[in-house]
């Protein structure tokens, strides 16, 4: 079996699967900065709103859901229209593997068919990496051109430590 990856527009049959991927993340890293993992329901509810006004997309790998990626609106004032923020999640089986680029390669496209001019991604962050924590997410993003705008200090607490928010940006 050939190792083929394909990108496609998120449906709402694969929110179980995206909270799968996610849930991994809020449950055993600081890299979301959220403590419970959202239900199917939840996930249900944010794919709605998300794909009202942004992409949603979706990375499959032999016809299994691998990772995802989306963007969202940075502020709701209008002076904001042309920025936003980027989310990206990728199943921690199948990290390096070129998914996080593929993703991000495509969610650019699409954002430039509407106009947006500026990504926004909050990293969290911590000068020393933990079991909680590496650098793994800082280094894709600037291996994927963006660049940290910005360093909020001890901002988020988990696990009974405080973490760093980077906030990265690209230009397209």
């Known amino acids: 079996m050939t190792n083929q990856l ?3 527009a998120v449906q709402l049959s694969d929110a179980g699967r995206l909270a799968e991927i996610y849930s991994y993340y809020v449950l055993n890293t600081a890299v979301s900065f959220e403590y419970e993992a959202p239900s199917v329901d939840e996930f249900i509810e944010r794919i709605k709103n998300t794909i009202e006004k942004y992409p949603y997309l979706v ?3 032999n016809g299994l859901v691998v990772g995802y990626a989306y963007a969202g609106a940075y502020s709701t004032r209008e002076a904001y ?3 936003v923020s980027t989310s990206i999640y990728i199943d921690k ?3 390096r593997e070129g998914i996080g680029s593929l993703l991000y390669a495509s969610l650019e496209l699409e954002l430039k068919k509407q106009g947006i001019l500026n990504l926004l991604a909050g990293v969290a ?3 020393k ?3 909680f924590l590496s650098h793994d997410s800082y ?3 600037i291996k994927e051109g963006y660049e940290k705008v910005a360093h909020l200090k001890a901002v988020g607490k988990k696990f009974h430590r ?3 928010l980077l906030w990265m940006q690209k230009k397209i």
């Open 6 to 8: 394909s990108i496609r």
């Open 59 to 61: 990375c499959e790998k």
């Open 81 to 83: 229209a042309w920025t």
């Open 93 to 95: 089986d199948h990290r």
């Open 125 to 127: 962050f911590s000068e």
């Open 129 to 131: 990496e933990d079991e």
């Open 139 to 141: 280094l894709f993003h």
């Open 162 to 164: 405080w973490y760093d």
